[in-house]
Structures are given as C-alpha cells and as structure tokens.
C-alpha cells in the first residue's frame, strides 16, 4: 500500500473551533497584528511550534499516574535513567525542565568572557544563553544552508574548513566545546550525516576540543540519515541514534521535541569534573540530581517518549507529512525552503508577498493573512524576528510548525487549501508598520498598524 496514515487511534479528543473573519478582524485589532497575543482558543490549527505540543500516548499518560514523587531517588527518575543510557549510552544523564536549562548550566560551567562557542547554526536560546554568559556564538553552517533552493540532502552540516579556520584564528585555548545541531532549527529543520557528525567530531578530537550535540531532534534527525545517506537503509533508527551519541562527549537535549513530552529536558556528559560542576549547579537552579526541575510524573513520560520515538513508523508518518505539506505548496508554485525539513515548512515570504518590501515585513503579513483567511497560528521569521535598528534580516520567512501527533492528513489539507486561497489574492495583502516596540526580543510584543 501506497498511503501512509497516523500510525494511532484517537482516544481523547479536544475540540477546536473556527472563529468568523469578523471575529478574527477584531482580534487582530485588539493585539495590533501580534499573533503571539492571540488566545489559543481563538486559533484553529496552531502551527506556531512544534515544541511542547504534542500528543502524548496512552502509554505515557499511563505512566503519568505511576510517577513516583520522591524527592530523592525517585522510581520514576531510574526508569527516566534507564531509557535515557538505552538509547545514548551514556552514563551521566542530568533531568532539567527543558533544553535552554541544560544550556543554561553548560554554559555557566564552560562559557564566559573571550570562550568562541561553533554550532551549524545556533538555535536563538542557545546563542542567548552562550552570549549571556560573555562568550562569542559563530555558525559555521555550510553555504547550502543559506540557499532556499539547494536541494542537498544534508543542508545541516557544518562546513569542516569554516571550523579549520576558526580554531586557527582564535586558538585551541579559546573553544571550550564545539556543538552541532540535530536537526538545524535555525536553518529550517535540516539534517545533518552521520558522516559530517564523525568528520567535526574528529577535528575537535586532534585538538582536544569537546563535541556536543543539540540533540532536540536527534530522532528526526536520524530517520533522515537511514533514508538519505549511503550505506544507511538497512540499519535501525535506534542504532544510528546510538551511533550519533557514541560521537558526542555531551549533549542538550529539550526533550519538547523529540522527547514527546510538554515539558522536559536533558543534559548529558562524560567528563567527571564537568558532571560535578553541572551537578552543583543545577541542585542549585533546577532540583536535586534525581528529579532536576520536573515532577516524577514528568520522568515517567520522558521514559516512555524517548522509547516510543525511535519508532520507524511513527518517523515516516512524521517526515512524511511534513514533506506533503511542503510537496503540495510546490506543486502550487509556492516558494519555500526546499527540501522540506523535519519538523516545520518555511515559507519564502519574499517571494510570496513580492510586492511588499522589507520595511513593510512581508513575512508578517503572509503570518496575518493566513489568520485572517482560516483561523491559522504560524510565525514569521524574518525582519519583525531579527531586523533591528533599521536592517532588515537577510530572509523573510513564515514558519508552518507540526505538532507531533496532534494534526490529521485532512487538517493539513485545511492548511494547504487556505495558503493556496491566499496565494491566488496574494497581492491584497497589506504590508505593516511598527507603533510600538520593546528592546529586545521585541517578536513577542512589538505592536503594529496594517498599511
Ligand atoms: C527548542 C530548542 C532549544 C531550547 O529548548 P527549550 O525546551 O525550548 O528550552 C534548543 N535548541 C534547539 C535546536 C531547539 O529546537
């Protein structure tokens, strides 16, 4: 058989409602055009993230009621411990509330003022979290990852010469750890080979430099390794995942993603020393070692995601509807960045509102329009995002994120027929003005006026 459907039945189902356009004219006025201040209850598909989202299983909300919530020494933690060694092998695996926690403490151990942090391409907490710090983040993505249009399979990986460079212009002494991402958020959910993982990690070896993973999508990630990469086919996920963690001396992990979970995260090491200071620091921040900043439900969950997560059938419904989403844009002559990525289609606002300029944030009032059309959450990335002080960003973008396990085959179709409604009017879409903004992170609460 040619179709591939949910791999799972629905047991519970929570009702969504679709708004009139009058209403939702309304709503737009009342948050000036800021979707991130629109109540969920308002919205009808929220493509807004994919992280913390998802649908958990029965047998995670099964083990919810099991969790164990000891302070100390938890059953729950030791189930948590045992699926986490199953599937990375490692031995020093702290629980934090959720991924930007594990960098938090990472980086108040390793970072600081003068220390260079490479990445492919850093995800925005983890850059904030090393800048906090007073250390330098660089993204040494390879130059495939900046084209909408290559098609390589491994657009993720890290340009091994970009790294070359970069240890000999600031020095050895300088880099405490070198990261790559799996799969490349920033970069619009891109892989990255198992190949390119061994080749940086070998690098960092000869110079004795620690290799990490973000490894929000380590699952992903690997599904595109066993479909994309030579020699890959016939393994299991689960062993190419064992394999990418065998490569790292740690890891971040939000377990929002990949984990299966709502809230939840990871920080995984090697280094006896490291494990002590991170320890101390999070018994000071998160909780004690044995539950880090989660309920002992919460564990339960974790344990049972991370299993179910590696699940071939689950992955190929996953990648597979997140390329249909993107196959039938395309096939509308919607640009987008191509190929699809794991976990989110980005749209190339540019060209899809290609009579609004930069200052007028296209990929805003795409964002807008498709609220206003049908009642669907995504979220621009572009000049609104990270333009600042009057430059624009170099793409405009409108992010589509897939909940896990959330939307149906005909919810996605809902999605594609009102992109290519909107697509077809395309030119009535208004560009927009910023009223009102914060200092920083100013996407979350900039105002505007439509034009
Ligand atoms: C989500 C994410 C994080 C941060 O995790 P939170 O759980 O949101 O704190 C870090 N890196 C990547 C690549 C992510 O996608």
């Known amino acids: 058989m040619k179709t591939i459907i949910e791999p799972f039945r629905i047991k519970v189902v929570e009702p969504i409602k679709l708004t009139t356009r009058a209403q939702r004219e309304e709503l737009l006025r009342q948050v000036a055009f800021n979707l991130f201040a629109i109540r969920a209850e308002d919205v009808l598909i929220d493509l807004l993230t994919d992280s913390g989202t998802g649908a958990m299983s029965s047998q995670q909300w099964a083990g919810m009621m099991r969790g164990d919530e000891s302070y100390a020494g938890a059953i729950s933690f030791y189930r948590f411990y045992d699926s986490v060694h199953h599937l990375t092998g ?114 960092c070896h000869q110079h004795k430099i620690p290799f990490f993973l973000d490894a929000c999508r380590f699952a992903e990630n690997a599904f595109f390794i066993k479909k994309r990469e030579p020699g890959m086919q016939d393994r299991t996920v689960a062993s190419i995942v064992r394999d990418m963690f065998d490569l790292a001396d740690g890891a971040t992990i939000s377990a929002k993603k990949d984990g299966l979970v709502n809230i939840g995260g990871v920080l995984l090491l090697r280094d006896e020393q490291l ?56 096939a509308a ?82 999605v594609v027929e009102a992109i290519l409604e909107l697509h077809q009017h395309r030119h009535e879409l208004r560009g927009l003005r910023i009223i009102e903004e914060p200092p920083q992170l100013r996407h979350f609460t900039v105002k505007f006026e439509e034009l």
């Open 90 to 203: 490692f031995t020093h695996i702290l629980p934090t509330h959720q991924g930007r926690a594990s960098e938090r403490i990472l980086f108040s151990v390793v970072g600081g003022p003068g220390k260079v942090i490479p990445n492919n391409n850093h995800f925005d907490t983890t850059r904030a979290n090393i800048e906090h710090s007073g250390a330098e983040a660089v993204d040494l993505v390879i130059e495939e990852g900046y084209q909408i249009r290559s098609n390589h399979p491994f657009k993720g990986n890290m340009d091994p010469a970009k790294l070359q460079a970069l240890i000999e212009r600031v020095g050895v002494e300088r880099i405490p750890l070198c990261m790559i991402t799996v799969t490349n958020n920033s970069g619009g959910g891109q892989p990255v080979s198992l190949q390119n993982i061994r080749e940086i990690r070998n690098i």
């Open 333 to 414: 002559g919607i640009s987008i960045i191509e190929p699809p990525g794991g976990h989110a289609i980005y749209i190339d606002a540019k060209s899809f509102c290609d009579h609004l300029p930069a200052e007028q944030f296209p990929g805003q009032a795409l964002s807008v329009g498709l609220y206003r059309h049908a009642g669907i959450r995504s979220v621009e990335i572009g000049s609104v995002m990270f333009g600042q002080n009057g430059k624009s960003a170099p793409m405009e973008l409108v992010r589509l994120a897939i909940p896990r396990r959330v939307y149906t085959q005909s919810h996605i179709d809902y």
């Open 275 to 330: 494990v002590r200071d991170a320890r101390n620091n999070l018994i000071l921040t998160e909780g004690f070692p044995t539950y880090g900043g989660l309920a002992g439900r919460d564990l339960e969950a974790l344990a049972q995601g991370f299993q179910e997560v590696v699940d071939e059938g689950y992955l190929t419904y996953r990648i597979r509807s997140t390329e249909y989403l993107g196959e039938k844009l395309l």
